[in-house]
């Protein structure tokens, strides 16, 4: 509870949960404002933005910007969450591992992790996107399968941290088993930066999916903001709308998880926090 | 105005001060309403336990409370100059030039990074104008490390840090402080994390220096044994306010205020324990034969790494309802004995044989059964807490792992409860909410929930004020007779050894020097490492130990004789 009033005093968290609030209210009602699908043709080509019914233009199909970028919420959304979130088990499931036993093992972990951290990521996720047929499944897979490393030498270093803690070590003698000792007493403990990081996540993901969608890598039957860029690009210069308000939803979202990312941070480890009090 | 008269005023005035504390403390005043004087050449101790606002004192005197922390009444003066009205720069003439300061810890006082005697020079270079030449300078380093009786001084300037040990890093704190001929020294709790024989020489260190140069000197401790042996006069706080000042004869022989009273009388007075283990069977519960243990840490490249030797061939031997002591100072190690015992650390060699198993060769299941008989109680209870758990699930979880069902298991945490003095009410809060002698108890609690016939103490009441410290020793105490445990009680504190065990054994890097029935070790040690360790007992003299003075020669030959007869 002292979190969440914590939080709500945090000036740039709030406007991050504010504006991902309407990123996400946007998401949720874009079937109710546009009933119509973004795919479909609903006025004459490059009509530029208040025209036609079309606030903010048509694309060169003559398809609806707004609606586009409507629906383009729920694709990024959807993505960037679900990624983090699979970055976040195989990263918390690799550091847990390497930061509790140590030794062998940890070598094995982290030689493979830095394998990972040594190739750039938008490469890899290209190379996996491009040897698996695009599909939400496979983009959400990609990229948590490129962006768990931070996570895990995070969890690594929390891990241990905490391993030869009093805490632990009694928990130890009390004869607990090990799941429970890492579930029970590491876990709990090491869990607010975990939190913080993959908030972070989130949006480096919605950028990943973005920059794959600009290639053509995305998912071809889900409208999304990147995909939508890539589209208008060629004709940036007479028809600016296409590409400039997707690109703006993207810098609000990202913007907006980054504060809301930092602001948590700030709350969940004052010790830490840049603000002093 | 002559010399004699200029030279007496106060190096040190504080009056009627009152600090606030920023709003959601736990009082609204840290202190409140202080007020006392500290004249050249006089050591003046300000005791009090944790919270009592000692240590606020200390930083207003140098302005260095942290922000949020205010005064709000009263006034500081520091060789006639009120630090908190002055501008950054005279300030910073103030520190380190009249007045210095020393801190508990010496390693995070000093930058890692940087050889020693830079550290010292650069307090010269800020401070003396016109800068003097580099050669004086270097001459000035020389003759500080030699005067506060650091060996090799060319050498160790040109240390790291990390290359000294803590009583040699505080000898540099010293230097530091001293390199300006300060009038005031400020030492905030500057023993409390050495050893007993090095808290004695950096004691008579600052009380050298002090004669020397006249100084004035601020020593803010928690321990009456210090008071009695360096201070002039008391200032006796609790909650802020002033308790009692007075010199330090007044108030440790005719205290008037009650606190002061229990504070000295809570101070352990090496007295043997009368509660001697009852009956004593010849088949030893616990017995460790020849550990060994060294510490190998990787230094360079091209270095052979470090070796530290902890254990080598420690033997021991434990029987049921009895405690045995083990004490030494830091580095002699006591606390990986003890973990090795718990299989906490993993021995390179040796036996631990409990029961009829060695507990060595014990893997998985085997070990986590055995582990159930053998509990552990730490030195830090803000560390041996899992801040997110619940005090009774950490109670409850030990009996719930060895299959006791969780409703059986929180009704037995909350009678431990009670029983270690807390109400049951405690079991659903959590361990932020309690102080540090509540938490002691709380993982005094947890240990006995496993019924366990072994308990290690690991320091557990060193991290505690005196008071509390007596009141959890005395529950060990009763807990030991009651649950006829088993007892290795590592400290390094002489007096509270004294006071509970009734075997010792006296460590020193790795190695059993003496061991022996308490009241013989301490009355008639054989050999010279254990007299060195009794001599340092701060405040031996006022206290006059009982047991430790030859004088009492009936008491020490009864206790003996008690001794031998039990064996």
Known sequence: MDTIRAFLRHPSGMIGLVLLLVVLIVAIIAPLVFPVSPWEMVGAPFTPPGEDGMWLGGDTLGRDVAAGVAYGARVSLLIGIASALAAMVIGVVIGAMSGYFGGKIDLVLMRMTELFQTIPAFVLAILLVATFNPSLLTIILTIGAVSWPPLARLTRAEFLRLRHREFVEAALCQGERTWRIVLGHILPNAISPILVVTSLTVATAILLESALSFMGLGDPNLMSWGFMIGAGRTVIRNAWWMSVFPGIAILVTVLAINLFGEGLSDVLNPRVSRRRA | ???????????????????????????????????????????????????????????????????????????????????????????????????????????????????????????????????????????????????????????????????????????????????????????????????????????????????????????????????????????????????????????????????????????????????????????????????????????????????????????????????????????????????????????????????????????????????????????????????????????????????????EATEQARKLLVRVGLSDAAADRYPHEFSGGQRQRICIARALALKPRVLIADEAVSALDVSVQAQVLALLAELRQEMRLAMIFITHDLRIAAEIADRVIVLQKGRIVEEGPTAEVFTAPRQAYTRDLLEAIPGRAFFDQPGFAATHADEIDSSVQRDALKI
């Not at chain 2, 800020?126 to 060996?151: D, K, M, N, Y």
């Open chain 2, 1 to 407: 105005m002559t010399e004699a008269v200029r030279t007496n005023a106060p190096v040190l005035a504080v009056e009627a001060l009152s600090i606030a504390l920023p709003k959601g403390g736990d009082r609204p005043l840290a202190v409140e309403n202080v007020s006392f004087e500290i004249r050249p050449n006089e050591v003046v101790c300000l005791v009090g336990e944790s919270g009592s606002g000692k240590s606020m004192i200390a930083h207003a005197v140098l302005s260095l409370l942290p922000r949020g922390v205010d005064i709000v009444s009263g006034a500081v003066t520091v060789a006639g100059q009120d630090p908190a009205r002055l501008d950054r720069r005279a300030l910073r003439s103030l520190r380190g030039g009249k007045a210095a300061m020393i801190f508990q810890e010496p390693l995070s006082s000093l930058n890692p990074l940087k050889r020693v005697g830079k550290q010292i020079e650069e307090m010269i270079v800020a401070h003396q104008r016109p800068a003097p030449s580099a050669a004086e300078v270097q001459q000035r380093v020389q003759t500080l490390l030699t005067q506060v009786g650091l060996p090799n001084p060319q050498l160790l300037a040109n240390s790291y840090p990390f290359e000294l040990s803590g009583g040699q890093r505080q000898r540099v704190m010293i230097a530091i402080a001293m390199a300006n001929r300060p009038a005031l020294l400020v030492a905030d709790e500057p023993t409390t994390a050495l050893d007993v024989t090095t808290q004695r020489q950096i004691l008579r260190l600052i009380d050298d220096l002090r004669r020397d140069r006249g100084m004035g000197v601020l020593l803010i401790t928690h321990d009456f044994g210090v008071v009695a042996d360096v201070a002039d006069r008391v200032v006796v706080l609790r909650h802020g306010k002033v308790v009692e000042q007075g010199t330090v004869h007044e108030v440790l022989s005719n205290p008037k205020a009650d606190y002061t009273r229990e504070l000295i009388d809570a101070v352990p007075k090496a007295r043997f324990s009368d509660i001697q283990g009852t009956v004593v069977r010849p088949e030893p519960l616990l017995e460790v034969i020849g550990l060994q243990k060294t510490f190998r840490v990787k230094r360079g490249w091209l270095q052979p790494p470090r070796e530290v030797v902890a254990a080598e061939g420690i033997s021991l031997t434990l029987h049921e309802g009895e405690t045995l002591a083990v004490v030494g100072e830091s580095g002699s190690g006591k606390s990986t004995l003890g973990r090795m015992i718990l299989r906490l650390t993993e021995p390179d060699g040796g036996a631990i044989r409990f029961g009829d198993q060695d507990l060595r060769q014990l893997r998985g299941e085997a070990l986590r059964q055995a582990r159930r008989q053998l509990q552990i109680v730490f030195q830090d209870p803000f560390a041996s807490l899992n801040p997110r758990q619940k005090v009774g699930d950490a109670i409850a979880r030990g009996p719930m792992a060895y299959g006791t069902s969780r409703t």
